[in-house]
Nanobody, 124 residues
Framework: QVQLVESGGGLVQAGGSLRLSCAAF????????AGWFRHAPGKERLRVAA????????LYASSVKGRFTISRDNAKSTWYLQLNSLKPEDTAVYYC?????????????????WGQGTQVTVSS
């Protein structure tokens, strides 16, 4: 059974940093691309970052580019999202998602597996 377990969320002041982790269980980690999404009340869910199965390709939403960094550690079967220079508008529930891909450097448009989410709250 595939499980994605996020951690690392919390309350932080504007300008601060957090690192989110997404530990994967029950899948062949190296065969999966991943994305981090966020969903704030009253807003649509947004993919903020994505990474290919090799880590060679990454994508970012314009609102987080230069502040957030997505990465993966194949030895630990974990994806990460480093959040720097946080702003109050970054407040949301953050989810990781995973999708197997045949191509090594491909960002899929949809994801089959999702975590339960972790809350990030940025105070002003």
């Amino acid at each position: 059974q595939v499980q994605l377990v996020e951690s690392g969320g919390g309350l932080v002041q504007a300008g601060g940093s957090l690192r989110l982790s997404c530990a994967a269980f029950g899948l062949s980690f190296g065969a999966f691309a991943a994305g981090w999404f966020r969903h704030a009340p009253g807003k649509e869910r947004l993919r903020v970052a994505a990474i290919s199965r090799t880590g060679g390709i990454t994508l970012y939403a314009s609102s987080v580019k230069g502040r957030f960094t997505i990465s993966r550690d194949n030895a630990k079967s974990t994806w990460y999202l480093q959040l720097n220079s946080l702003k109050p508008e970054d407040t949301a529930v953050y989810y990781c998602a995973a999708q197997s891909t045949a191509d090594y450097n491909y960002i899929p448009p949809t994801y089959n597996y999702w975590g339960q989410g972790t809350q990030v709250t940025v105070s002003s």
